[in-house]
Structure formats: structure tokens, C-alpha cells
């Protein structure tokens, strides 16, 4: 069935999941945590002192929080004790979330460009003007092409996204692009098409926890960040990385590992646990499928193959292998979650999760454990189905899908260099969507919406980005600030940020999970609105178009306004989260109170591994060897591809977590930029290949790759190998509209090569080797 098919056929509200990211840790101001849950000292009116509890929406961890406001301003943002994830803590960039709502950069009006894209004039316009504008281009525009998948939309994760992809079911494209092919699209798919779910970690009560080039103490605050500090003395905690980072400081033991390595060393800690029969064989017999072949083939894996991949010792490995099965199932190969690392990251993500099955190491305390969740109710939407909606750009057999591919890649055998064939119909894949826009095939994308992402400072290969941007004919960018997208834009709508508005309830999902929504801390300060609010309002403004419904029967239509416009726009967001928690009796008025609802703080461990129960995969079972991927083409036990080393006078370069900053959202926040230390980013080189090229701290370098160069400063450092430089995303930015960082230090998107993942989509970000000058 084509991914056209099954769009049409699944008619109903598209359900989007969240999930975890990025910091460094804060206590917090614990004498403000007696007031939790009393509301306000002085009436319920905006002035006096009160305290609001909310949740934070800097990362995706969405941490609780007490706001303290002081008639109408907020002073303080605490953390909310009773969001048990987070252990009664709030990193930095949650606490320095108090300053977004009075950032002077934040857009206040709508905008409609007036003179050339990125050139930076604008009038302000009304609300009216804005969806006029918008709606009549759209219109213009699915009519020409007589399409409306001409229309993309690209999102990241947020508790309203749901409502702008509501949008895009309304206009009726398939082309909605998320971020996860930018992060932990890999993952998903190697994890899933083992246990055919990709699970949660049970930290707090593992014993040995491998962590590799995941940076959770900057990335993330809690829960599991905590539960590593928490444990340190009772639980040992190995880092792997390239790149000594805050988490090595909690480890107790750092492996520099060489880049891209980490596959090969994983496939020999398997041959040792096999060959010197230290997997739990009860549990592989019972629940897994495939041992055998997986068994043949990491026979040719051994340690001492793997020494020379990864230089890590061989008798480091077999000592990994063999502590990992004996503290079993207390052992943990940590999932983390940015996996937009290298070419061969599914079979890397799918090697992780056979290591923690065949040790037993699922679904019992201190293993992975799958994600539980809090159902809650949600509105069926029926939108209508269009005669002009066309699949989707980037999915199915993919022509040029050779040309993203690194060049080993392309001849490893398994890999099909002419279709991404697991792509999420509702994530797509970035690297494919932006090919395809730029080629024009299959078909022209000529409109663009983006919500809360900034693919020109996101998306590696800035410039190309840009031609994309060029090649529209419309865009519009629905933000809190003027990113960089925002600045090549034709219109800008001007959001309120997540301290001024209600958000809609969210299981966080995991070993325990927990529900969370948003209610206002402040009133809006501008003329801004929610995205809910510009998603009912251009609902209606189109339904006022008779010439935007043609292709579409009066049937599908009438189904669409009883079900969207009557039920979803006409109730607000408050209204909705108290439906959608209707059923737990006292669930709306606690989330109110404390800002967090769930049914236990357990962990409740085993559902999987109960009799007749079924995996979601082909066989029913764990899959070491995947069925699925053997019909498709692939190989179906994770094999190792070497990688490319860089040339003399090369370095791999790799980016990663830092603890001020949130990708690319938070660098422009001047409380963050002061804790940073400095005012612009520097390129981390190795000390000693430094002093060989004459390269001082402070001096400024030009760092060069395939497809551009930035400028910036030297930080020579013992903390990382002598084949690898790294700097902080989110600098050397091209909006004038962030004044703190506008052409300040360097941006990595303008620097690192556009590769792929060929089974996920997923960017593979440390694919690029660049060259460092001293200027
Ligand atoms: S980890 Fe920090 S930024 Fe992320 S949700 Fe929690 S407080 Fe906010």
C-alpha cells in the first residue's frame, strides 16, 4: 500500500508522541517549594504575589515547574517537587526560562516581508492581514499546481505541534517534516526492530550503565541525570565518547573511543558474552528469536579485531563484556536519544539493544523497560480527503538517494541506495525532504510552514537550506522569536510563548509516567497568539474560500466541519485537557493545583514477558535476527562498515550537547550567554596538535569542509583526540533578529555534509571531515 493509501485511509487526528532531550544542573531556591500548591497569597487577580505551576518547554524533558509572579511579572521560575522525574531540580535553562516572555528580541506583531527575502523589512501587520495573506497564497498556490502537497510543513516536537499539524490536514498535504531525522530517528528503528518498541531506561536501579556519546549530564537534567549522580557510589558508569564532556565527570571510567567505532565494539562484547556462555540463556530460549545466526554471525568479531577499530585495548573489551553479563539484568547500554551520528547507526542502535537482550537485561529492574503511558481521551478529527493530495516527497523508491549517502556506504552490501524504506510517514526524513524540494522531484514544493523550528540553523548544509528557502515561492513561520527561517520568510506570525498560554495535557511516557499540561503564569504581553488560536482561526478563514474545496466531496466536507470546526476549534485548549482527563475523577483539578497527575510513582516491570504475550515485531518475539529487514533487503543481524579516516591534515568533526543551550533556541537568552562564559563559541582542538600548528587559545582559525567555512576562535584542550574538533551549536547566526549572537562565532549547519542514514533518514552528522587554518 503506498504511504498515499494508507494517509487516505487514516482519516483521523494524527496522535504525536514526545519525548526527551538536553543541561547542566541548578538547586534551586528550595525555601519557595513550601508553597507548592497554594496558588496565591493575595486574591486570584493578576497582582499580588502567586505561584503557578506549569511546565517547562526549553527541552523536551518538559520539567515541572512553580512559577513565583509578582503583580504580573515573573520573578522566578522553581522547580515543582512533585514532578517526581525531576527530583525537585530545574537545570539552568529552565530557570532562565523566566526571561523569555520580556526577551526584547521577541516578535510582538505579525509581519509581512516588504522587501527582498532575508533582507529584513517588514511591516507590521493585523491578525486579519496576516491570514488573509496566508490563506490567499495558499489558495494561489494549490491551485496552480493543482496540488496540495505543494505544500510542506516543518515542525519540532512541542505540546502544540498537534494543532499545526491539524493545519497541514486541513490545507491537505502529506509533506509535514519533524525533527526526529535531525535526532533519534535511528534509534527508534534499531531499538524497534529489535523489541519492537524503543524503551526507557530503569537508571535508578541499574548497576552497570554504558553511556556512548549521549552528554545527558548537559543534555538533560532529569530523571536520569539525577539517578547517575544519585547512584554514583553504588552503580558503575562507563562513558564512551571522543570528547571529555560534564558526563565523564560522573563516570568512572572514559573510553576516547575512535569515532564511528562504536558498532565494532559492541558486536565484540556480544562474542565474548556468547562464546564464554555469559548470556542468560532461559530468557534468550523463552523470548528472543534468531540466537543462533546472531551466535555465527559475531564469531568474526572478536576483541583484538575490535582493538584495532576502536582503539580501546582488547582487554578492556572482554573486561566491558564480561561485567556487563554479570551484573545482568541490572546492566544497561543506554539508549539516549540524539542519533544522528553515523551512516550505519540503525545496525549501531540495533547492536545496542540485541547486547541488553541477550544478557536478559529487559523489562526488570535496572534493564531497558518498555515506556509506559497514561491514556487519555482525544478528539476524533475526520478530515476531508482531496483529489490534489499527492504522497509524500520523500518517501518510497528515492532517485537520488545515492547522493547522500557517504561513499562507503553506498557499496556496503544490505543497504539499498534507492529507497529509505522505514521512513515515518508523519517525521519524514530532512535530508531526503530538502533533496527532493531542491531537485523538484517528484513533484514542485513551492509552500512552506514552519512552527518552533529553524531548519537553516538545524538542517546540516546551511547554504543548501537556503536555496530551498529561495526556491518557495511562499513561507511563513509561526515562532517567538526571529530565527533564521523566520528571517527568510514572506509572513511571521508571533506565538505566545509557554508561560502565556494553556497547553493541552501530556503523558510523558516511561519507566513511570507521568502527565503534565500548561496553564498561563503571565497574560499575554503582546499581540501574539497560540498556535492553537492561528490554526482555528485560518480553519475558518479557508472554509470561507469556496475555491479551496473542489477536489473534495460535500460529504467529506460536512464530516470535517462537524468534527473539526464544531468540536476542535470551538472549544479552548483548557477545555480539552479537562476532556481529555475525564476519566481519572480529580485529575484536571490536581493538574491545576500541582501541575502534575499520574496513577502511581512505581515502576511496574514485566507486562512483556508474561505468557501469550507478543512483541510487536514479525515473529511475536524479541528479534535478535529481524525478519522484516531480511524481506526488505537488508541484512538482518547488525553488520559493521568501516569508516572513512580523515587525510593528514583532517579532523572528524562532531557536534554535541552543551549545558545553556537547546539546540538552536536558547543561545540568544543573555542570562544563558552569561553563564556560558562568553560571548561566542570556540572550536575545541586537541592541545598537543595545537602547539604543532602553532595555535593559541584565543586565536582565530578557519574551519573548512566540502561544503563551507565558518571563522572562529581556538580552544586547545587535553579533552578531546587528536582526529576530532568539535564547537557549541547555534552560533554564527544570519538573523538580525537575534542580536546577542547575530554573526557571532561560528554555526556548525553552514559547515557539516548533508549524509544520511539510508534505513531511518536520519542525518548522519559526524560524517564530515574538515580542515583547520589558522587565520
Ligand atoms: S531539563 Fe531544563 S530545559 Fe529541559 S525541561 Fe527540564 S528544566 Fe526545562
Not at 530503569?202 to 549521549?214: L, P, T, W, Y
Not at 551484573?327 to 536519544?337: D, L
Not at 551512516?343 to 540495533?350: F, G, I, L, P, W
Amino acid at each position: 500500500m503506498s504511504l498515499l493509501k494508507t494517509k487516505v485511509s487514516r482519516r483521523k487526528f494524527l496522535g504525536l508522541t514526545s519525548g526527551a532531550l538536553a543541561s547542566t544542573l541548578v538547586m534551586s531556591n528550595f525555601g519557595v517549594l513550601k508553597k507548592v500548591g497554594a496558588s496565591e497569597e493575595k486574591g486570584n487577580s493578576k497582582y499580588g504575589r502567586k505561584f503557578v505551576p506549569s511546565t517547562c518547554a526549553i527541552c523536551v524533558n518538559k520539567c515541572g515547574f512553580i512559577a513565583e509572579v509578582d503583580n504580573g511579572v515573573i520573578r522566578k521560575i522553581n522547580p515543582n517537587p512533585k514532578f517526581f522525574k525531576s527530583r525537585a531540580m530545574i537545570c539552568a535553562r529552565g530557570n532562565a526560562g523566566a526571561k523569555v516572555p520580556y526577551d526584547p528580541d521577541r516578535l510582538k506583531k505579525p509581519l509581512i516581508r516588504v522587501g527582498k527575502r532575508g533582507e529584513g523589512k517588514w511591516k507590521e501587520v493585523s491578525w486579519e492581514e496576516a491570514y488573509d495573506y496566508i490563506v490567499d497564497n495558499v489558495v494561489k498556490l494549490v491551485r496552480k499546481y493543482k496540488n496540495r502537497s505543494t505544500i510542506a510543513f516543518a515542525s519540532t516536537e512541542g505540546f502544540q505541534e498537534e494543532y499545526f499539524i491539524d493545519l497541514a490536514n486541513i490545507i491537505g498535504t502529506t509533506n509535514t517534516v519533524r525533527h526526529p531525522t535531525l535526532c533519534l530517528a535511528s534509534n527508534i528503528q534499531g531499538y524497534s526492530s529489535v523489541f519492537g518498541t524503543f524503551p526507557d531506561a530503569d537508571i535508578a536501579n541499574a548497576e552497570f550503565v554504558i553511556i556512548a556519546g549521549s552528554n545527558r549530564a548537559e543534555a538533560i537534567v532529569t530523571p536520569d541525570t539525577i539517578d547517575m549522580a544519585k547512584n554514583h557510589r553504588k552503580q558503575t558508569l562507563i562513558y564512551i565518547d571522543p570528547r571529555a564532556t560534564k558526563t565523564t565527570a560522573l563516570a568512572d571510567k572514559w573510553y576516547p573511543i575512535k569515532p564511528g567505532t562504536d558498532l565494532a565494539l559492541v558486536l565484540a562484547m556480544i562474542h565474548v558474552i556468547i562464546k564464554e556462555n555469559l548470556y542468560d540463556k532461559e530468557f534468550v530460549e523463552k523470548y528472543t528469536y534468531g540466537f543462533d545466526k546472531l551466535a555465527e554471525h559475531v564469531k568474526q568479531y572478536t576483541p583484538e579485531w575490535a582493538e584495532k577499530e576502536t582503539e580501546i585495548p582488547a582487554s578492556e573489551i572482554y573486561w566491558l563484556a564480561r561485567e556487563f553479563a554479570k551484573h545482568a539484568p541490572r546492566s544497561i547500554w543506554y539508549p539516549g536519544r540524539r542519533s544522528s551520528f553515523y551512516a550505519n547507526d540503525v545496525y549501531y542502535r540495533r547492536a545496542c539493544a540485541i547486547l541488553n537482550a541477550i544478557c536478559g537485561a529487559w523489562d526488570r529492574p535496572g534493564g531497558l523497560i518498555p515506556k509506559s503511558k497514561i491514556p487519555l481521551r482525544k478528539y476524533e478529527i475526520e478530515f476531508p480527503i482531496f483529489d490534489w493530495t499527492r504522497d509524500r516527497i520523500d518517501a518510497g523508491k528515492v532517485p537520488f538517494l545515492g547522493d547522500v549517502l557517504p561513499e562507503e556506504d553506498k557499496t556496503d552490501a544490505g543497504l539499498p541506495t534507492d529507497s529509505c524504506q522505514y521512513l515515518s510517514e508523519k517525521d519524514g526524513s530532512w535530508i531526503l525532504f530538502r533533496e527532493a524540494i531542491l531537485k523538484g522531484v517528484p513533484y514542485p514544493v513551492k509552500g512552506l510552514f514552519v512552527y518552533k523550528q529553524n531548519p537553516v540553523e538545524s538542517v546540516p548544509n546551511r547554504k543548501k537550506t537556503l536555496q530551498m528557502l529561495e526556491q518557495m515561492e511562499f513561507i511563513c513561520t509561526i515562532d517567538v522569536a526571529m530565527s533564521d527561517t523566520a528571517w527568510y520568510s514572506d509572513v511571521v506570525l508571533p506565538e505566545s510563548t509557554y508561560l502565556e498560554r494553556w497547553d493541552p495535557v501530556h503523558s510523558l511516557n516511561g519507566v513511570v509516567p507521568i502527565a503534565v499540561m500548561r496553564q498561563p503564569v503571565i497574560e499575554p504581553l503582546f499581540d501574539t497568539k497560540s498556535m492553537f488560536e492561528i490554526m482555528c482561526n485560518l480553519a475558518h478563514k479557508f472554509m470561507e474560500r469556496k475555491d479551496f474545496w473542489e477536489d473534495t466531496s460535500e460529504e467529506d466536507l460536512e464530516m470535517f466541519k462537524e468534527t473539526c470546526l464544531k468540536r476542535l476549534t470551538k472549544n479552548p485548549v483548557k477545555d480539552f485537557a479537562k476532556y481529555q482527563v475525564s476519566k481519572y475523577p480529580g485529575a484536571f483539578e490536581q493538574l491545576l493545583k500541582e501541575g502534575v497527575f499520574y496513577l502511581s510513582d512505581k515502576p511496574k516491570y514485566g507486562k512483556t514477558l508474561k505468557d501469550g504475550f507478543r512483541f510487536k515485531t514479525r515473529t511475536g518475539k524479541i528479534e535478535l535476527y529481524n525478519v522484516k529487514y531480511e524481506e526488505k533487503g537488508l541484512h538482518p543481524l547488525p553488520v559493521y562498515t568501516r569508516h572513512t579516516d580523515p587525510k593528514p591534515g583532517q579532523f572528524r568533526f562532531v557536534v554535541g550537547r552543551h549545558g545553556q543551550f537547546t539546540h538552536a533556541s536558547t543561545q540568544n537568552n543573555p542570562w544563558l550567554l552569561e553563564a556560558y562564559g562568553d560571548k561566542e563559541n570556540a572550536v575545541w582542538i586537541n592541545a598537543k596538535v595545537a602547539a604543532k600548528m602553532g595555535i593559541k587559545a584565543g586565536d582565530k582559525v578557519k574551519v573548512k569542509s566540502p561544503v563551507g567555512e565558518q571563522i572562529v576562535k581556538a580552544l586547545p584542550t587535553e579533552y578531546i583526540r587528536p582526529d576530532v574538533v568539535f564547537y557549541v551549536h547555534g552560533f554564527g547566526r544570519l538573523s538580525k533578529g537575534l542580536s546577542n549572537i547575530y554573526r557571532v562565532g561560528a554555526s556548525d549547519a553552514e559547515i557539516i555534509v548533508d549524509y544520511m542514514e539510508s534505513i531511518s533518514g536520519n542525518a548522519a552528522m559526524h560524517e564530515t571531515f574538515v580542515t583547520i587554518e589558522k587565520i
